[in-house]
Structure formats: structure tokens, C-alpha cells
């Protein structure tokens, strides 16, 4: 090695992080850290209950820091509607700096808990890998723990610290406990998680159905009322559609649904809302969103369908098609569930019937109605 190279940590095998752990717990852990094993018991009493997978997996860190002391916490845990691991709980740092220093898909973490089912404590020093995403959380340490469903690992808890050596082998060992005691839960409310995916899936488009936009619309109010914030409700429906299905027939028409729901679905937050909401007619709920800010996502959405190209049957059989929007805003134009449905309809309906591919806000339409009364 010349002056000028800086020396490598060696990078040995992440077996070397693995915690060789046990179903029960040896007397002196027992007489010192009968305060965590307290926290362990208050779980089990807890699997009966029923939650829903996100709250389970946030207690579950949230009793973590119970049982040791950790400055960021990452869990992962398995999406079967997009067939992978998903970020689903983070602590102690900014969601947007944790989803790029995290990795919203899993981590090197992540896969080494799914390999060996084991507890892992690690350090830097010692695995190139383990030490690129210690630099990337800001982190000198960690535990990662398995999480189970069914006895099949499906996804992991990682806790993370800056000082060296944070974490001890007791602490892995009754992370791991409280782990197997999760278990029953977590497989619960996973296959029931499955059960509600299917049911709020709309099985030709893949965008939620009309009933989960009610309950996320009923949602978002109570959110809005209590953070004081407006959302905006985008009523879109296509234009001249019978005319294209008694044309070329249902299962083109059906193909042309999908390709639209695609359409609106690209380049959306993940905290919006995308439905079918019958027939040829979509909803989209955009939180913290004014009127110019709804307007703005509305004339994207209806360029990219104008622009977009839709085969009738063949390559050769080429369709151009529009969409009209109709957009009210909470607060802004109504107070109440029923009537912020009705003005963004009635804000669509006047659209098409003002010559289609168009974007119109309610309030636009409440100043016209206005003039004509006067």
C-alpha cells in the first residue's frame, strides 16, 4: 500500500452480526430487565385485539423504545399489492430524507434479516454494505429484528443510534421475543390487510373502489376540519366513452378504462386519492390542496390524456380521447361531505356541456350562476 492510500475496513460476511437468540430468557435477564419483559407481556395480552397492520407495527416500536433506546427506528414489512417490502413505519428523521437514506423497497438490512431469521447487531467496521447504510442513516450502530407472519420472515424492525455499540445481545434477545409474541398479531392483520385491498380494489382499472373513496373522503374531512386545511375533489369523467364502446366494443372499452386509470394514477403523491367511481367516471382527493394547486394537477391530467394515444383493437386503429373535470374545493366552496360531491358534479356536468376537454372549478361556475340571477 503507497502513503497516499487510505486503508479499507475488511468487508467480512454479515454472518459475523448474527445473534444466536433463544425462546426464553436466562435468569439474570429476568432479574434485570424485568421492566422490558413487562413491556413484552403487555403485547401478548394485546393479540387479541383487532388492528389494522400499520398501527400494529408502530406500537410494536413503539414499545421497542420501551426496551432500549435508539435515535431512528425503519420497519419494513411486505405489500402484496406491490409484491415487495414497503417502508411502512420511520422515526426520528425527516419521511423524505428517509425514503431516499432508507430505501422505500427494503434495505441491505432488511434482506440479511430475511436470510438468516435472526436478530442482527451491527457495527461499523467490519462490512462495506453495513457500513454504506450506516453513513446513509447517520447512524454508528444498529439492531434489526425479523418480523414474522405464518413463521415466514416478512419483513424487519431497524433501530438505529450514534454512539458505538448501542445496542446489547440482551436487547436483541428480548426484541426477538417480543418479536415471536407479534407474530399471531401481525399474521392477522396481514391476511385481513390482504382482505381489505381486494375488496376496495376495483378489479378492472386496479384504482380504489367507490366505497374506499367514501371512507377516505369522510377521512380527509375530519383531517382537514382539525388541521384547518383545504383539499380539493376532482370529479373526471370521458368524453363521448359510449360513443367508443358501442364502436368497437366492450372489451376495448374496457382497455381504454385502464389506460386512463394509468394516466391518472402516473406521477400522483402517495397521499391522494385515485378511484373509479362508476362507469367511465373517476374521483381523485387531493389533500392540502387549494383551488390553483387543484386546477394545475387537473390541466396535467387532461393534456396527458389529450396527448395520449389509445388503440381501438389494433396498433393500426388508433384513438385520441378527452377528459372533463370538474373541481371543488373544501372550505372554499362547501362544508359537508354531500356537498363538495355535488359541486365538483355539478362543476364536470358543466363542463361537458360546455364543449368537453375542459377544466372547471365550482367557483367559476357559483360566480355564472351568480350574474344570472342578478
Given amino acids: 500500500m503507497s502513503a497516499h492510500e487510505v486503508p479499507q475496513p475488511a468487508s467480512c460476511p454479515p454472518e459475523r452480526f448474527v445473534v444466536e ?12 430487565r424485568w421492566g422490558e419483559i413487562n413491556v413484552v407481556l403487555r403485547l401478548s395480552m394485546l393479540t387479541g385485539l383487532q388492528m389494522q397492520l400499520d398501527a400494529t407495527l408502530n406500537m410494536m416500536c413503539d414499545m ?10 425503519l ?20 419521511e423524505k430524507m428517509a425514503r431516499i437514506n432508507g430505501a422505500p423497497h427494503g434495505n441491505i438490512f432488511n434482506f440479511w434479516a430475511t436470510k438468516y431469521s435472526r436478530p442482527l447487531l451491527v457495527t461499523r467496521g467490519h462490512n462495506l454494505q453495513a457500513d454504506a447504510l450506516m453513513d446513509a442513516v447517520m447512524a454508528n450502530s444498529a439492531l434489526t429484528v425479523p418480523l414474522f407472519v405464518s413463521n415466514r420472515v416478512m419483513g ?36 385481513n390487510e390482504g382482505l381489505l385491498r381486494f375488496a376496495f380494489t376495483d378489479y378492472l382499472t386496479g384504482l380504489k373502489t367507490r366505497g374506499y373513496f367514501e371512507q377516505q373522503l369522510e ?6 376540519e382539525r388541521r384547518r386545511q383545504k383539499f380539493a375533489l376532482l370529479m373526471i369523467d370521458i368524453d363521448h366513452f359510449k360513443q367508443l364502446n358501442d364502436t368497437f366494443g366492450h372489451h376495448v372499452g374496457d382497455q381504454v378504462l385502464r ?16 378511484a373509479r367511481y362508476g362507469g367511465e367516471e373517476f374521483v381523485i382527493i387531493l389533500p392540502e390542496t387549494t383551488e390553483s394547486g387543484a386546477r394545475y394537477v387537473a390541466q396535467r ?52 356541456h360546455g364543449g368537453r376537454n ?8 357559483a360566480k355564472t350562476q351568480k350574474k344570472e340571477v342578478s
Fill in 21 to 32: 437468540v433463544f425462546s426464553e430468557l436466562n435468569r439474570e435477564t429476568i432479574q434485570n
Fill in 64 to 73: 421497542a423504545a420501551e426496551i432500549t433506546s435508539f435515535e431512528k427506528a
Fill in 75 to 94: 420497519i419494513y414489512f411486505w405489500d402484496e399489492g406491490q409484491e415487495g417490502v414497503q417502508l411502512r413505519v420511520l422515526r426520528g428523521f425527516e
Fill in 156 to 191: 424487519s424492525m431497524q433501530l438505529f443510534c450514534t454512539e458505538s455499540e448501542a445496542f446489547k445481545r440482551e436487547d436483541a434477545q428480548l426484541l426477538w421475543i417480543m418479536s415471536l409474541v407479534a407474530e399471531n398479531l401481525l399474521t392477522r392483520e396481514y391476511a
Fill in 219 to 224: 377521512l380527509e374531512f375530519k383531517r382537514a
Fill in 259 to 274: 389506460d386512463v386509470a394509468s394516466i391518472l394514477m402516473k406521477d400522483m403523491r402517495e397521499v391522494d386519492t385515485v
Fill in 301 to 352: 391530467l387532461r393534456r396527458a390524456v389529450e396527448q395520449a394515444k389509445f388503440f381501438a383493437g389494433s396498433p393500426q386503429a388508433i384513438q385520441h380521447l378527452t377528459i372533463s373535470i370538474g373541481i371543488a374545493v373544501y372550505d372554499a366552496d362547501a362544508q359537508f361531505k354531500r356537498d363538495l360531491i355535488e359541486f365538483a358534479d355539478a362543476a364536470l356536468y358543466s363542463a361537458k
Fill in 358 to 365: 375542459q377544466v372547471l372549478c365550482y367557483s367559476e361556475l
